[in-house]
DNA sequence: GATGAATGAGGCTTCATTCAT
DNA sequence: CATGAATGAAGCCTCATTCAT
């Protein structure tokens, strides 16, 4: 005969609840890592009890579910009207504005992308390449669409797509784990002369773009 | 100095048992992360007994510090000759020859770099972080010649040397997340074009250096 | 003299509510079992709020104490009338109908046999075990009533009577089981030629009533 | 890192350990009932840590089955050569002889028949009928030999082998339940007594063998 | 009264670590 | 030295019970 010593009791919208356990859960995954992070923490760290964690969420695995599920979706509706508009008058000034809509998402969400990078490295990678690959892709399509329009030059695309996106993400989980804060002007500065520069269509002294072999 | 003092054995010195349960933990590691790696798979991959792992490493988090000074001693060899180097007259040439030597490196440690990654998001940041510095320092510090030495030119040598750092890194992860084998010569040769554009003194007609604020 | 005080509501009475929750609970013991069992499946079943269930019984426990109470009264109600005319002229009569009332309640009550049996072999013997042996008891007074009628005979009425119980019992919890459906009249003919011959007042060749020791 | 404080430490031989588990898991599931019972009660019944458990058995229903599975090994080795001399020149020896065993191996094994019937009553209900039902056909075969034989006569053998199963297995539960020792002798005799009445090929004055129907 | 979201004690299971052989 | 059986702390998850609405 079990007692449920109750110590206090806040009822919220289901909705505000789900959205404040997967916030417990993103800060204390991001502290301890998704394996290193107990349930018993996120439900502290959200203010509710163990139990009600699994009243949301089935598992600690569906947690990351519903996290990545919760990040793809602010990310394509972050980008998707930039998009959309690629490949129309100003393309660089386009790739400018997706250089800083890029930017100020990632310092948004660092914390998750770091979350979801450990998870990467174990188990059901699938599900979290495909967010990256997606970026990727992405910027590659937005590069591709630079060339035919005669506004930019690269070898390479998809690669140079690849190197952009993770020079930017890269950088920011660095300067995360050094828990340094990141200027924001600065980093859109240096990622602008990197990525203008990357897909200029001068020859440089140093470099000739290679024949086609 | 050194001798080698035993006689060879039929089966493994300690040093062999050593380096072999190191290589282990590292395919364990990098299957299943760290936490998702458990000493008895680790020993199983080594061929050896589990307490047998602990005659050689005292724990779980010894053979990560093991792991990663094995990796940091491999890569400041391989490097180190390169950056005593650089200043001297072919200053593109040294570049080019870093570059493929980062590639080639990580080419064969992408195990490691991922399981270091993985570390690093939980639990004793600053070791991990330290090897990832060191290479950002190692690359600014040559941009920073270059410039001297007129090769270059960039407004922000430090971000751009981490770009360039994780944009190599990351692709790297990136196609090891897929499964994907690294195209060894389409890496280098993307990796160039990246570098040498994005340090070419040309001004971009899309870009022009900021003027000094 | 209690008087229906109630005006009937359209929808369920408490008393039909408590009995609508009992049946509920009857049939999920009955299915996983009492410790397999969920109040919240109970709950379910009766179509009630689990709340619900805790106005009307006040735990899990209580549940079970109220089915066995209900089972009990039933009980008795079903035989106190044969067990009034017991020892009256027709001796061998009232033992078939005795059977076959048995035959009968158990069928119409397997399920909650078999839960009290599941109850009973783990906790709170007593009460459970206190059913079971009434009908012993009841068994034993009848064979002993025939005894001394001069209608029977058995060496030990005490334990022939059990063996009749638990008989039929085991046999109708076995046919359970099995899912079968119990062949009403096959079960009761076949009871009728065990109690019958067991009590007979014939010698057998094979076997001699020992004499008294 | 964390400390196993080490308290004892004995070594036997895994059969031993295996079988004292096995032990251990009896006397405490027919003490709480199978749901009702604990890992960690087991395990300290045994004297073994609770992770000892986990060597010898993957779960806690692991154990159930090597329970069931050693039972039915046991009952099969204990009844096979009285069930292979059945149908030879004494048979109601034989029974008489097939009756002892099975209330001497009952005896010696009610606390597994109480924990099985529990099983039985919620999960995999296959498994555990199955030892019983096969008690049941081999009463049945054995009562088919015996009218064969002529040695006896009964309407319906296979109803009034589970009638003797259960009554004999119901009798015993029963008296564990109330916690009595079972009197052998008395047991034994009352039970031959059944079954030699109830078999018995003459008419009783009560009761006639029905015609064909 | 009725509801069901919230609670948290407690069960099952894993695995880093120890130590008798 | 090497081994792997044994250990037990600690994690994930379930569910009886409570109480704000």
Redo the contacts with the bound molecule.
Sequence with gaps: ??????????????ED?RAEILDAATRVFCDKGV?G???????EA???????????F??????LVALRDRFTDQLLEHVSDLLSRVGQDDWWGLVDATIESMVDFMIGKEDLMRVFLEEGLSSDVAKVVDVGSRVDSMFAAAIQMGIEAGACKVTDPELMASFFHHALEGYMLHACLHGDAVDRDRFVAAAKELVHKSLSRQEQESWKAPSAS
């Design positions: 005969m079990r007692l449920a010593t109750k110590r206090k009791r806040v009822l919220k919208s289901p609840r394996s992070a107990t349930v018993a923490e996120i439900a959200a203010g509710v009890a163990k139990g009600t964690v699994y009243l949301y089935g598992s600690k695995e569906h947690l």
